[in-house]
């Protein structure tokens, strides 16, 4: 039975986890119709090339990210 629950938990998280890329993914798509794509959300700035090729989906820069994360 514990190993039935971990098995479903697990599906779930990754379920979660695709849904979540998806949404990324769809929003990164919607700024392109907008013409919005490749400009921060957080500070208006460029978002750099490379920063995309790494993460398509990015929504902000390297420099606002850092402050979110500390």
Do not use: M
Request: aromatic fraction near 6%.
């Amino acid at each position: 039975l514990a190993s039935e629950t971990f098995e479903r938990e697990k599906d779930l998280a990754l379920i979660e986890n695709v849904n979540t890329l998806l949404d990324q993914v769809n929003g990164a798509l919607a700024k392109i119709a907008a013409n919005t794509y490749g400009i921060c959300d957080a500070c208006g700035a460029q978002i750099p090339e490379t920063r995309l090729r790494a993460l398509p989906y990015a929504t902000i820069c390297v420099s606002c990210q850092s402050r979110y994360e500390d």
